[in-house]
Nanobody
Framework: QVPLVESGGGLVQAGGSLRLSCKASRAITSTFWTYNMGWYRQAQGKQRELVAVSNRDGNTDYGEAVKGRFTIYRDNYKKMVYLQMNSLRPEDTAVYYC?????????WGKGTLVTVSS
């Protein structure tokens, strides 16, 4: 498994923006591009849900709730994946988790809290 560390969460007003970062510092640089990387979130009292994924083939996919507002991108050399979140809404409040899929071996970060005030 690959340890993941998220950062960038915090408190923001509705309509604002935040950028989350996730670093896989112990991943092998030459193979990082082969990992599927994703962001998930879990709001209090709700199940964890997909936010965005960046696949090894270069494709991205988003949860319906964030399409058009959030963007996932990665820097394979730095072993980083980012989530740019714009037009934030109170319902985006959740703990956001970074996820890596190494051909079926799944790792999770500890999460970073995003709170959007109305």
């Amino acid at each position: 498994q690959v340890p993941l560390v998220e950062s960038g969460g915090g408190l923001v007003q509705a309509g604002g923006s935040l950028r989350l970062s996730c670093k896989a510092s112990r991943a092998i640089t030459s193979t990082f591009w082969t990992y599927n990387m994703g962001w998930y979130r879990q709001a209090q009292g709700k199940q964890r849900e997909l936010v965005a994924v960046s696949n090894r083939d270069g494709n991205t996919d988003y949860g319906e709730a964030v399409k058009g507002r959030f963007t996932i991108y990665r820097d394979n050399y730095k072993k980083m994946v980012y989530l740019q979140m714009n037009s934030l809404r109170p319902e985006d409040t959740a703990v956001y988790y970074c996820n890596v899929d190494q051909y079926g071996t799944i790792s999770w970060g500890k999460g970073t809290l995003v709170t959007v005030s109305s």
